[in-house]
Nanobody
Framework: VQLQAPGGGLVQAGGSLRLSCAVSGRTFSQFVIGWIRQVPGKERDPVAAISWSGGDTYYADSVKGRFTVSRYKNTAYLQMNSLKPEDTAVYYC??????????????????WGQGTQVTVSS
């Protein structure tokens, strides 16, 4: 499985960004795509996930109502609105071979994209 996740960038607080993640390779019929962010020196922070087959989604409380995860054809998207400085992190697109639906558990994910920097200025 390959995950291509360009995007990211610099935005002012209150602004929006959209991240994308192209999924290719040998995928299972049921899998989940998640977005995990990390700030240097801090733990990984799962923020959103989507079940590829059914489209069910799940969000961390910290982003609920501001972030939206979706998918279309072979690409997943993370729409980030009302961004805050505390959203600044490297964002990773991740793939998990799980049938239990969207999950924010790190151990459910097997493949990681290259990571993209999102910086929100105050």
């Amino acid at each position: 499985v390959q995950l291509q996740a360009p995007g990211g960038g610099l935005v002012q607080a209150g602004g929006s960004l959209r991240l994308s993640c192209a999924v290719s390779g040998r995928t299972f019929s049921q899998f989940v795509i998640g977005w995990i962010r990390q700030v240097p020196g801090k733990e990984r922070d799962p923020v959103a996930a989507i079940s590829w087959s059914g489209g069910d989604t799940y969000y961390a409380d910290s982003v609920k109502g501001r972030f939206t995860v979706s998918r279309y054809k072979n690409t997943a998207y993370l729409q980030m609105n009302s961004l805050k400085p505390e959203d600044t992190a490297v964002y990773y697109c991740v793939y998990g071979r799980t049938t239990k639906g969207p999950t924010l558990a790190l151990y459910d994910y097997d493949y990681w994209g290259q990571g993209t920097q999102v910086t929100v200025s105050s």
